[in-house]
Nanobody, 125 residues
Framework: QLQVVESGGGLVQPGGSLRLSCAAS????????VGWFRQAPGKEREGVSC????????FYADSVKGRFTISRNNAKNTVYLQMNSLKPEDTGVYFC??????????????????WGQGTQVTVSS
């Protein structure tokens, strides 16, 4: 069974950090670019970050540049999103997205092959 599972979400104070993980089962991630999207209540889903299959190319939304870092460990079949200096506006459900391509055609939900179920991130004091 092909599955993508996120973990690492939670409640954190402003200025804090979280690390999200995206693990795949039933297939290997090393042939795919992987992205993260997020969706806040009442808002559209937005692309946050993406990493190419090799890890050599990354993309960040302007709102998270300098604070978030995407990385991957293909040996562990996992992609990570390190989130530092979190702000209340980072609150939302974060979704891992496995793209159909090796490069980041991003953010474009039509390029997504598999979605994870999402993990909640809440930044609040």
């Amino acid at each position: 069974q092909l599955q993508v599972v996120e973990s690492g979400g939670g409640l954190v104070q402003p200025g804090g950090s979280l690390r999200l993980s995206c693990a795949a089962s039933g297939f290997t991630l090393d042939s795919y670019a992987v992205g993260w999207f997020r969706q806040a209540p009442g808002k559209e889903r937005e692309g946050v970050s993406c990493i190419s299959s090799s890890g050599g190319s990354t993309f960040y939304a302007d709102s998270v540049k300098g604070r978030f870092t995407i990385s991957r460990n293909n040996a562990k079949n996992t992609v990570y999103l390190q989130m530092n200096s979190l702000k209340p506006e980072d609150t939302g459900v974060y979704f891992c997205a496995v793209l159909r391509f090796r490069i980041c055609i991003f953010p474009n939900t039509k390029s997504v092959e598999y979605w994870g179920q999402g993990t909640q991130v809440t930044v609040s004091s």
